[in-house]
Structures are given as structure tokens and as C-alpha cells.
Nanobody, 120 residues
Framework: VQLQASGGGLVQAGGSLRLSCGASGTIFSIKRMSWFRQTSGKERELVAAHHTGVSTTYAPAVKGRFTISRDYAKNILYLQMNGLRPDDTAMYYC???????????????WGQGTLVTVSS
């Protein structure tokens, strides 16, 4: 399974970005797709998660500003980020938990990361 993330960039505080993450490969079903972020010297932290057919989860720091969504048919995960702040600056990673067959998984896969930089 491969994940390809895109959409990062440089934006001014208050601006918006939309991240995308496409999953491809041997995918029988997806349990969950998530966005994490990491800054230098800190642990990777959950930003938002999309639980298949169930619900979404947001970190308190982004709730109300970020929206996670998913195209089930294309296995693409999105993160719409509005009201960006300098402390949102980080490398953003997508993660998927995948079943590759009946009873096979779930297995974790990570994308390569896309850098978001928010200037003040």
C-alpha cells in the first residue's frame, strides 16, 4: 500500500490550505485514515482521523478550524485547514489502517509527509 500526500506550502496566518492523501495498492478495506503532524524535536501528534463509516476525531487545537473528509471511491483523504496559525507549522503525515484481505490486518501505512509553513 502506498500513500501520496500533497498540498502543503507556505501561507500567511489566517490563510487556508487543503491537503490530500491518496492510497493505492492492495486494499481490501480501510479501517481509518488520519492526519498527523510533527515539528522538530517533538513527537508526532494526531491532528484528525476519519473512522470509516463511523465518525471523525479532531485534536482540540484544530477543532473548528480544520475539516477532515474522504472520497471513499478513490481512497483519497483530505484535510481542509482554515484560520491557519504559526503554531500549525509542521510536517503533515497521512496514515491509513488497511485490511489487505479478509482477516488480514489492519496494517499501518504512512505517507511521506507534506510541509506546511504558516508565517506571522
Amino acid at each position: 500500500v502506498q500513500l501520496q500526500a500533497s498540498g502543503g506550502g507556505l501561507v500567511q496566518a489566517g490563510g487556508s490550505l487543503r491537503l490530500s492523501c491518496g492510497a493505492s495498492g492492495t486494499i481490501f478495506s480501510i479501517k481509518r485514515m488520519s492526519w498527523f503532524r510533527q515539528t522538530s524535536g517533538k513527537e508526532r501528534e494526531l491532528v484528525a482521523a476519519h473512522h470509516t463509516g463511523v465518525s471523525t476525531t479532531y485534536a482540540p487545537a484544530v477543532k473548528g478550524r480544520f475539516t477532515i473528509s474522504r472520497d471513499y471511491a478513490k481512497n483519497i483523504l483530505y484535510l481542509q485547514m482554515n484560520g491557519l496559525r504559526p503554531d500549525d507549522t509542521a510536517m503533515y503525515y497521512c496514515k491509513t489502517e488497511v485490511f489487505t484481505g479478509i482477516g488480514r490486518g489492519p496494517y499501518d501505512y504512512w505517507g511521506q509527509g507534506t510541509l506546511v509553513t504558516v508565517s506571522s
